[in-house]
């Protein structure tokens, strides 16, 4: 009897992980695309949060940070969740706590920083992405802090990429900084577009793509060199840097019944 309980609790876990990746097929499979713009080679995936699940990471309930995905797919799948997708979501101090922004679940736990500074992320302006009633949205970080905004969940980078509509005021046309980069941007229609470049690229041209391409009046840069993508789908699961904040797009694993009429 005990071997049958234990093959039964087996077959049953293969049941619930075969649902998931049954699961793993559907908006994932169609979300990513490559396209290659003017040379560039990109992976661009698109979200509608007003019917997918996206959220912001940093740590576990032990207060302990992800730092990758692999740890952020085993605390999802605790909570009968499962990745969609990922990438990197903000740039973080040694200890991986993010520099800007960071609010979790409505708690704010990271306040807004709006100063002027070195680096890519104090390029101003910097921007915030957030999330809120499944409306996503891109705000420049001081007309963000105006506004008081109280978001379920919102992370912020720097610098823009684009703002309302314009190209950040100091990208360079033939600027000769050519990295791998990152970013999201939210079109007219409230779709969220993430993109990772395949091939190094300049911020003008980065910008560009999200304006031109994609149709975005505003777009965030994520990070660069350390850009990193979880894309199940594709085989992709980046682990070569560790990471602070992470943007994931979840789904729930289904409730299956077993022979008792119980949930596992």
Excluded at 26 to 53: H, I, M, N, W
Excluded at 148 to 167: E, F, K, N, R
Excluded at 228 to 255: C, K, M, N
Aim: charged share 20%.
């Amino acid at each position: 009897m005990r071997i049958q309980r234990v093959f039964a609790r087996r077959l049953v876990a293969a049941i619930m992980l075969a649902a998931a990746t049954a699961c793993l097929s559907g908006p994932a499979t169609a979300a990513c695309r490559d396209l290659v713009v003017q040379s560039a080679g990109y992976t661009v995936c698109s979200f509608d949060p007003k019917t997918e699940e996206i959220r912001v990471y940093h740590s576990d309930p032990e207060g302990k940070p992800f730092s990758g995905f692999d740890a952020l797919v085993r605390q999802l799948w605790e909570e009968r969740h499962y990745l969609v997708f990922a990438t990197n979501g903000g740039m973080y101090h040694d200890d991986l706590s993010p520099v800007g922004l960071f609010v979790e679940y409505g708690i704010e736990r990271r306040p807004i920083s709006t100063k002027a500074g070195w680096g890519n992320f104090h390029l101003l302006p910097n921007g915030v992405f957030s999330l809120k009633d499944g409306k996503a949205a891109i705000t420049e970080s001081r007309r963000y802090a105006r506004r008081h905004v109280a978001a379920d969940y919102a992370t912020q980078s720097g610098p823009m990429l684009v703002i309302d509509g314009a190209l950040h005021p100091r990208f360079l046309p033939d600027s000769d900084s050519f990295k791998i980069r990152n970013g999201v941007g939210v079109d007219r229609d409230g779709k969220v577009h993430f993109v990772i470049s395949n091939t190094p690229v300049r911020f003008y041209d980065f910008a560009r793509l999200f304006r031109d391409t994609l149709g975005c009046p505003n777009a965030l840069y994520l990070d660069g060199t350390i850009s990193s993508a979880y894309i199940p789908e594709r085989g992709r699961r980046d682990r070569l840097f560790p990471l602070g904040p992470i943007i994931a797009v979840i789904g729930t694993v289904p409730q299956l019944s077993s022979g008792s009429g119980r949930t596992p």
